[in-house]
């Protein structure tokens, strides 16, 4: 099993190499964006179209039997082995010229997420977590990740990329009820409040409504820093939904305890 984690994490850092040249080479110019919703605004570009092309690619040439769910592509297969993919996670920030978007690469066996990649390419940092490590590569220095020891709600930092974007508004009131219990409260950050979590900077972060490919990569990279990432009701989050993420244990203990204390009924 450790070769095969060695090849992974290997074929993963291509994978993500391959992938920051193509984003890199789009970001901040002027695109044609194209929205996958009619009623809510949710853009793809030539960037996350190809991204996705290149990673499934290189995907079936080193693995013809494994799976993949991309957001823009999937190769469905009958497999142990299942990759998920998000091209550009932030497109939105990606079109804008903010500079925290990212490509998030897992590979799951028999369901169990057992390597996850974040790629932040603008700020040049990749974080990985695997095999019960967990580590951050900043312009070619590697180091350990540790999330803090953070345990009380008032001395806490919490991320969201947007309320707004929340899958329903019940899950915005709730979450505006947490809110008045920390310290204080960032937006935008998108995959990369995850990294930050796990490397010190941020105590909890709360969303609703992710998919698979907007959370996987995640996991690993979070618990093996000694967070904790789990669904509101503390599920696990392979197939998505309402996330919450804390540096430890006791924070998450809490958090969760004041997301499921008030369920007000709202449309």
């Known amino acids: 099993m450790k070769t095969d984690i060695e090849n992974f994490v290997k074929i993963g850092n291509y994978i993500a190499n391959e992938s920051r040249k193509i984003s890199l080479k789009y970001f901040k110019k002027k695109l044609n964006i194209h929205s ?7 853009p793809v570009t030539i960037a996350d179209v190809s991204i996705q092309k290149k990673i499934n690619e290189i995907i079936s040439i080193n693995y013809p039997k494994h799976s993949v769910l991309g957001e823009e592509a999937s ?9 998920c993919i998000d091209p550009i996670d932030g497109t939105k920030s990606f079109i804008q010229g903010f500079p925290v978007w990212g490509t998030l690469i897992s590979l ?3 369901k169990k997420i057992i390597l996850g990649i974040a790629d932040i390419p603008v700020l040049n940092e990749r974080y ?17 990740l540790k999330s803090r020891n953070t345990v009380k709600l008032e001395e806490s930092i919490l991320n969201t990329t947007s309320p707004y974007v929340f899958a329903n508004k019940n899950d915005q009131k709730i979450f ?9 409260v960032r937006l935008g950050g998108d995959c990369y409040s995850y990294c930050l ?13 992710l998919k698979p490919w907007d959370i996987r990569a995640l996991e690993p990279i979070i618990k093996n820093a000694g967070g904790i990432l789990k669904t509101w009701e503390g599920d696990n989050i392979f197939n998505g939904g309402r996330i919450l993420a804390a540096a430890n244990k006791k924070l998450f203990q809490k958090t969760k305890t004041k997301l499921n204390k008030k369920k007000p009924s709202y449309k």
């Open 36 to 42: 996958k919703q009619l009623k809510n605004f949710d």
């Open 75 to 83: 190769i469905q297969k009958k497999s142990d082995y299942e990759w």
């Open 108 to 110: 799951s066996k028999n």
């Open 128 to 144: 990985i977590g695997h095999s019960n490590i967990s580590y951050k590569i900043i312009k070619g220095k590697k180091s350990k």
């Open 176 to 184: 505006e009820e947490v809110v008045k219990n920390v310290k204080t």
């Open 197 to 209: 979590l796990a490397d010190g900077h941020v105590d909890i972060i709360l969303e609703s409504g």
